[in-house]
């Protein structure tokens, strides 16, 4: 089936610094990708939809400007968390549609701020 | 604005039942429902997608119902493993390419 990677898988960062993480679909072109975010025990909520080349749409009490989306390619996505504070530590997860319509999730990023 | 319920949140079993998890929505004009499986610390392996006019899929030991009407889909496991357990989440699609709503999942165990 279509795989979607994560990069990176885990990553810890001292409160204040920007953190990157970057979400490719590796053997089909996605127009469109999502950024979901995790807490512990909690559903997965939608942070943002990435269409290539556009602006991406942000849901509701998510701030564009403290993460910052880029979907520069067909195959590449990624979420940089500006600024990022402890109450930023989560689960984040992106997905990617193919053709079919049918979405594949990334393998997902633990962010640690401190 | 739709909402997606998994009832129980948790549920332990012993190996070779027969196993139902339930899901329900709110909103009955969906596009699809997919259900999923999550390992701890993982991400999401999609397990079966039922589009809105289907009532059901099959994929080896499961099988997904679709009852858009009641809003309610369940996933029917059945001779249940210990490999089975993991974190079982229902989300409805509302458009082609569009956003999932997911439930908070429901977490088995299937003891041995």
């Known amino acids: 089936g279509a795989v979607v990677s994560q990069h990176p898988s885990r990553v810890i960062c001292k409160s204040g610094t920007s953190v990157k993480i970057e979400c490719r679909s590796l053997?089909?072109?996605?127009?469109?990708m999502f950024w979901y975010r995790q807490f512990p025990k909690q559903s997965l909520m939608l942070m943002a939809t990435?269409?290539?080349?556009?602006?991406?749409?942000?849901e509701q009490g998510v701030e564009k400007d403290k993460f910052l989306i880029n979907h520069a390619s067909l195959t590449l996505s990624t979420l940089t968390v500006t600024s990022a504070h402890p109450e930023d530590s989560s689960f984040y997860i992106c997905?990617?549609?193919?053709?079919?319509?049918?979405?594949?999730f990334g393998p997902g990023t633990r962010l640690l701020v401190l | 604005k739709q909402e997606v319920t998994q009832i129980p949140a948790a549920l332990s079993v012993p190996e070779g039942e027969n196993l139902v998890l339930n899901c329900s929505f709110t909103d009955s004009a969906i596009y699809n429902l997919q259900w999923f499986r999550q390992d701890p610390g993982k991400g999401l392996t999609s397990l079966l997608l039922i589009q809105s006019s289907q009532r059901e899929q099959t994929s080896g030991r499961l099988n997904a119902s679709l009852d858009k009407s009641s809003g309610r889909s369940t996933l029917y496991i059945a001779a249940s493993q210990p490999g089975d357990s993991a974190t079982y989440l229902c989300a409805v699609g509302v458009g082609a390419n569009s956003k999932l709503t997911f439930g908070k999942g429901i977490t088995l165990s299937v003891r041995p």
């Open positions: 990435s269409n290539e080349g556009s602006k991406a749409t942000y």
């Open positions: 053997d089909f072109q996605a127009t469109t």
């Open positions: 997905s990617a549609t193919d053709r079919a319509e049918t979405q594949y």
